[in-house]
């Protein structure tokens, strides 16, 4: 099947279908955003892409970077990792307290907030600059200086991420989180400040898609073994409290950020990135959703 | 690869490993088990049976019967089913209640009992001898008269299922149970009562790696797109509160029973059935969970 | 003061604010009760009546009668029964069912309805017919035949008892439960069902505010010291999730049903039964805290 | 009865049970304290002072402070301060967490740290100098300048405080906290780190045994209808979740520490405090609620 087709095909079908939901507010610089963008585009194994609609406009990433994180930390701490967070999907919101108090001060995965703060702290003992680190793994992985942040979302949410101090206070106070908690805060914000567009987004998932090997940076980011567990934990944690819901309709490792964009993997076949900015009650967007679940159905193949 | 020779090197490293665990003794007939036995059955996409082990020898499948009644009603109820099931990991032990109260009657997902239970309850509505129909249609895919009920056992559970009744009529108190409770428990515990060995076992989930196509019923059990979903709910749902982990180190959709099988599936190759009854502290088996494990490192491939 | 210029002064400046709520409607039959209908009677501690409004009206006492059931086990059982049922405040609804899994089937207080069927359950045990005893108790205690019960209520909680049944068999499961689960529920939905009006239940609760003596009775009903005790887990314990509020507004012990009724005590003053059938959010009557409230604030005493 | 009798009295049985707790050892410096100490003292409604044992010896009052500052909000606030703190007790330790997300952000009541700390915010908007206004208030309840601070406390403290840290800025979330963290916390660390006698303390909870009136400050400290508020706040939620357990045994209102110390009250009788440092598993003194079940058995009264 022609790749390029395909996603057409599946992008009218979505505009037909006209969907609604709601700009992400927390923060006022996101809810600017013009509602109606919609773009998707995918990037088969030889590293060439197609794209349709508004494919090439950076947005914010916001959770997604979440993987890129995730990678960067995978190789150095592997399994040592997995005794500062797990690897259970939530069952609950991304930025719960709760749960966190129940287990200890152990996050249930990567890919929720206090999980992935962990993550920065992580990096923040590692790398003398994080967030320079994190531009620059990110750009080389894409193959291009694609990587920009937007300065009014990195204020904005600097100003608003009381929840997220609590949460990494909290960490601190179960031994969890080894570094100043502003330090580790501003790494974190800068990464989901990242904007990217669909197509750079798209590359940045292709090791991936690759058994860990990037066609853009043109080297193994991951092991194989690696990268399939990267992708077990997209699949089970990667959609907040609506994971299952994805794995039953869609059928692929994905990650959803707020921004409204998603990026998702059919392994040794193609990574792809769809991003629209309205979200539905779980904070996922919901053309982005609709456009895999018709890509998956129409390929007739997901990973199951 | 030669799938004989592939899984008894995996059956000899996992005895190698001496991996210890405690056999189920909630009621008094599983703990009679001799814990040593342990048996490995693989089937292949044209029916070809690989077996080493105790891979002949029946032992009580449990939970693993919630993918048959599961599949039983998938195609009859199909959309309407999940109004009254969800489809999320659930994150919590499987005979929770708390949670069951949290989301107000409707179960997280149909593996953990309270989902098994809503299920039980529809097949009931369904079937005039549900627990006659359940062994037919195992039978029938597994191509061979297979199935008996283990009478101790089923009577033993029978008498140990207040948690269960207790779940059923908070099931009640919300609308989302139509039988007669007791009715319904007799359909329930008599179908996790069943014993298999490996190698049924292996050929009851055959459909599941064949896009729902059943080599040995000879007919499509359920819709290509319905054998997805049933694969993805197990990769997400399929080991209790463990099902996060067992995803990021197997990467196969599967389903555990506390007597210590699991049945599981590495779509568009085999179908493979483990059996050992000690299990760790989340109530999977430490072998089975192992050799899978393994298999797929060998394999070099998992879903991801 | 004159207690009975003080509960017509009281009565009438609740009639004043129209305060408005929701009768009871979780069975049929409670619904039916005319909303506008309010009484209050007092009961010194010479056994004298004093009373206003529509104070000899009978109505459901509903979960009034765990304090007659608790009176009931508390000499007998003492020290052994705190080992089964708690005496901490919930917090929670007073049907909720994850408080009990969080805290491995033993009841937080014998007010919440877990606590009362564990209660209901010990006098299963102990009485060959526990309803007629109930019965024959509060009658003696109130110095008159006044003790009825509606059929219907009885009859329709009953039928809608899926939540109490689960509770049931979930206290089973952990050992907290003797008797044949219908068994119990009968008496326990027949102690719900009694119908007392404003007087009779004043005089019902006449020992608690007498050291434990009862002139009704003419007898000791229980020490002085459990008297004490009662009265400790009516104020800490008595009105829901909303027992705070009611001992900072109000100050007395006392407890609720969902019939509207409020029985309370001014210890080593009198005894007091407040009625009327709007409930607010909590399930509290509003004219009945209200009329308690203002009854405090003249009296210019309340426990503190 | 002669109460300087009775508390001897109360003294020896106690000593002679030879309880055995643990001294509260979070923090390195509370650690330290010698846990043999045991003192009580009494004050009547005419000022007179009754002790015995080490009741002169200076001790950590830690969250008995909670009741002081408590008071100093209640005549600035009142009813607006229930908007922000509820009077529910919370069955929860006293410094979770989960609580606070499943109530959006609204503290259980003022005695569990997150409440406390709603308070500490409240004082820091309203003092210029909120350290030195509690130490003020406080002496000047208890009539003398008995206030000091341990400076090794409060700053171990200071440094230990990632757990209220993260709950500061998990009320600022939600609109709930309105001035800089580190200051706010600098006012409550330092009012856990006053230390005084069991005199002291009995002197300065005076004015709650006599409607509000204190007799060492010679004025009303709040109005009678609010003494017998936060004497009812003392009775539901005093002793984080042993409340419900100590309103049954001993049925005082009271206020206890983690550095073994409790102040209680007898309305219109008399205040008293005790202190011993080891504590039970809840954070309660065992040897100082023991001498206050015991004093109220002796003296045949409780509240109730």
Redesign the interface.
């Known amino acids: 099947m022609d790749y390029q087709e395909l996603i057409e095909e599946v992008y009218h079908e979505v505009n037909k279908l006209e969907l609604k939901g709601k700009v992400a507010d927390y923060i006022p610089e996101l809810a600017k955003v013009n509602p109606d963008q919609f773009g998707i585009a995918l990037v088969d194994l030889e590293g060439k892409v197609y794209g349709v609609g508004d494919y090439k406009t950076p947005f914010s990433i916001q959770s997604i970077s979440k993987v890129h994180t995730l990678t960067m930390v995978f190789h150095v701490f592997n399994s040592k990792l997995w005794t500062r967070v ?7 919101p991304f930025n ?3 749960q966190l ?2 287990e200890k001060g152990i996050p ?2 990567p890919f929720i907030n206090a999980g992935a703060l962990v993550i920065a702290d992580a990096l923040t003992s590692k790398f003398e600059d994080p967030k320079t680190q994190i531009i620059n793994f990110i750009n080389d992985i894409s193959g291009d200086k694609c990587v920009s942040i937007n300065e009014e979302v990195r204020i904005s949410e600097l100003k608003h991420s ?2 997220n ?6 960490l ?2 179960y031994d969890n989180f080894d570094n100043d908690v502003q330090e580790v805060l501003e790494t974190y914000v800068s990464q989901c400040a990242i904007e990217m567009s669909c197509v750079d987004l798209a590359k940045s998932f292709s090791f991936l898609a690759n058994d860990g090997y990037s066609i853009f940076a043109k080297r193994n980011i991951v092991t ?2 690696n ?3 990267i ?3 997209m ?3 990667g959609f907040y ?5 994805f ?2 309709r869609v ?1 692929l ?1 994905g990650k959803s950020g707020v921004g409204g964009g998603v990026g998702a993997v059919m ?1 040794h076949k193609f990574s792809v990135a769809v991003w629209s900015p309205e979200l539905n009650e779980k904070g996922n967007s919901v053309k982005s959703i609709k456009a895999l679940e018709l890509l998956t ?1 129409k390929l ?1 193949f ?3």
């Open positions: 797990n690897v259970e999907p939530s069952g609950n719960s307290i709760a108090e129940f249930r995965n009381e929840r101090i609590a949460m990494a206070y909290f601190k106070a194989e073994s990268a399939r567990r992708n077990a934990l699949l089970t944690c409290d609506e994971s299952g819901e794995a039953y059928g490792p392994p159905d007739k997901s990973l199951f």
